[in-house]
């Protein structure tokens, strides 16, 4: 199958050379997003399990419709992580209003389930409404989807590429489309529709749509961010899928780290206090001076809280570096721990980072 964008892309590179700066507790991310990211209309969003996606995802929605923009937030794997996020009691199975933003903006959410996509899949191309709907009585698609596993993953991206390109009156009805997508470990066998394909009919209206799949998945429309923890194993296997999304000649958006922890030790200090060398009898006189009470064994317990907290904070720089390594063209922005958790003020912090960041 020929791909509008074979290797060695015809188009000139993504990325501005990424400027990280690091004003205030959190490494900065002013500007980090190129104008080219800007154009993406599909942004994928991967990372190992638990690192955040669907967090990211929705914050990236909200971000982008900060400008004015019509985005479809969309999960496919139903594991409820945006409606929590959302704080709705379940994410809609057709496309729904979730929240507003500046200037007219809006975000949709959209849980993809793989039946629904079918029965749509075969209303559009066969006009089997009913009979679709006999089909899954009888349970015909869980067999078909069992038997070509790649048909599951076509379907959706299939479903993908027709919200991504919908338009009315030549307008696109999304500005952007966001997808909190499978983690890293399947993000690569997910878009890899090329290979899918083998797995099924080679002819047909399911070959036709996949070869337009693989040809958006491969335009500058499309980009796969990756979260990442400043911590060696999910920084590891952003590695793996950078390395694995680059193979497929699929397009590493920015590289997201979450939960970072706030710069609250000047550098310096960071490596003497993490082996413990503090000069104890000046931090208690400073106590003394700033009116702190403290007994000893309080002040202990404050040591030792903050030799963990330099260690964390070693061992995230450590982590930053080698994220550097994976892709250096890429941008690399940073979103703090936030103390409480993720509410929903929570996101829009997150994506007031975001939108800062340029996205
Ligand atoms: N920046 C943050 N600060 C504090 N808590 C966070 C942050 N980002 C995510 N979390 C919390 O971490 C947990 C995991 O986040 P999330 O559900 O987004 O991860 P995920 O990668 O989508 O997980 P899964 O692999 O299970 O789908 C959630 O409880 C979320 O609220
Ligand atoms: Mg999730």
Request: charged share 20%.
């Amino acid at each position: 199958m020929r791909s509008a964008y074979p290797a060695g892309r015809p188009y000139t590179p993504l990325y501005a050379a990424p400027v990280v700066s690091s004003d205030g507790p959190y490494a900065g991310s002013e500007q980090l997003w190129s104008a080219a990211l800007q154009r993406a209309r599909l942004h994928f969003v991967s990372g190992k399990g638990g690192t955040g996606k669907s967090t990211v995802a929705s914050a990236l929605a909200l971000a982008i419709a900060s400008s004015g923009k019509r985005v479809l937030l969309v999960e496919v794997e139903g594991r409820a992580g945006i409606a929590a996020t959302f704080e709705i009691p379940d994410l809609p199975t057709s496309e729904t209003k979730i929240a507003t933003a500046e200037a007219g903006g809006a975000v949709y959410a959209l849980s993809m389930d793989v039946e629904t996509t079918f029965l749509d899949y075969l209303k559009t191309n066969y006009g089997m409404g009913f009979a679709g709907y006999a089909l899954r009585r009888i349970g015909a698609i869980d067999f078909a989807t069992t038997l070509a596993p790649g048909l599951k993953d076509i379907l959706i991206t299939g479903k993908l590429m027709e919200c991504t390109q919908r338009r009315i009156d030549g307008a696109y009805v999304y500005d952007a489309v966001v997808v909190d997508a499978p983690p890293t470990g399947r993000i690569g066998k997910f878009l890899d529709v090329t290979r899918a394909m083998h797995d099924i009919a080679k002819a047909g209206p399911v070959s036709g749509q996949a070869e337009r799949v693989v040809n958006l998945l491969h335009s500058p429309d499309t980009v796969v961010h990756l979260v990442t923890l400043l911590e060696s194993l999910p920084v590891q296997e952003s590695a793996e899928a950078a390395a694995e999304l680059r193979e497929l000649d699929l397009e590493v958006g920015a590289l997201i780290v979450n939960r970072a922890l706030p710069r609250y030790l000047p550098d310096d200090l960071v490596g003497p206090v993490a082996d413990g060398r503090i000069d104890a009898a000046a931090v208690r006189e400073q106590f003394t001076a700033a009116g702190l009470q403290v007994d000893d064994d309080g002040f202990a317990g404050l040591l030792t809280e903050t030799i963990d907290y330099a260690r964390t904070l070693g061992g995230q720089e450590q982590a930053r570096t080698d994220l550097d390594r994976i892709a250096p063209d890429r941008p690399v922005l940073e979103l703090p721990l936030l103390p409480d958790g993720v509410d929903l003020s929570g996101i829009y912090e997150l994506a007031d980072i975001l939108t800062k960041a340029g996205a």
